[in-house]
T-cell receptor
């Protein structure tokens, strides 16, 4: 059974470029969460999606950040016009039914030059 | 809003020592509580969980008991190994299919 797959594992971008982070949930999971981890910090919730729907985006910055989870294909977290402060590890977690815990991917480590 | 507070690290222990990592929470309802572990360069792995008061979660020699009266979920292990070196995160969830709220993490280093 494949776990949560994230790619790329490492992503380097220059200021002003776009970053696209992908997440394929575990088989059978239809709930996806994105979290951001700054150095030496815990994970902070960004957005919660189900297929074709954003359920809760209260943790996501209003500008430059967007997320989708299309009917087919992975969930995408998109950061436009990246700045140095976007450097972090971005983790995706998926969940099946409400009685199951979230399972995490290995993360994408984003570095902004 | 909900929050989780865990003891600051780093914690350095000798092999076979007893481990306690304190975790307390603030929540309006009756959350589920979790401990996740993160090894270097990897994502978070669920270590154990408890869904109601007085539940004890256990896995790989680690234990934590859901204490509603003290709003705590302290992680314990009787005898740590070098391979337990990692960052440990305490977290809560208000209910199913809701975001997790994490503590800042506690880095554990176990030396031989």
């Amino acid at each position: 059974n494949a776990g949560v797959m994230q790619n790329p594992r490492h992503l380097v971008r220059r200021r002003g470029q776009e970053a696209r982070l992908r997440c394929s949930p575990m088989k059978g999971h239809s709930h996806v969460y994105w979290y951001r981890q700054l150095p030496e910090e815990g994970l902070k919730f960004m957005v919660y999606l189900q297929k074709e729907n954003i359920i809760d985006e209260s943790g996501m910055p209003k500008e430059r950040f967007s997320a989708e989870f299309p009917k087919e294909g992975p969930s995408i977290l998109r950061i436009q016009q990246v700045v140095r402060g976007d450097s972090a590890a971005y983790f995706c977690a998926s969940e099946g039914s409400s009685n199951q815990p979230q399972h995490f991917g290995d993360g994408t480590r984003l570095s902004i030059l | 809003g909900d929050s989780v507070t865990q003891m600051e690290g780093p914690v350095t222990l000798s092999e076979e020592a007893f481990l306690t990592i304190n975790c307390t929470y603030t929540a309006t309802g009756y959350p589920s509580l979790f401990w996740y572990v993160q090894y270097p360069g990897e994502g978070l792995q669920l270590l154990l969980k408890a869904t109601k008061a007085d539940d004890k979660g256990s896995n790989k020699g680690f234990e934590a008991t859901y204490r509603k009266e003290t709003t705590s979920f302290h992680l314990e292990k009787g005898s740590v190994q070098v391979s337990d070196s990692a960052v440990y995160f305490c977290a809560l969830s208000d209910s199913g299919n809701t975001p997790l709220v994490f503590g800042k993490g506690t880095r554990l280093s176990v030396i031989a």
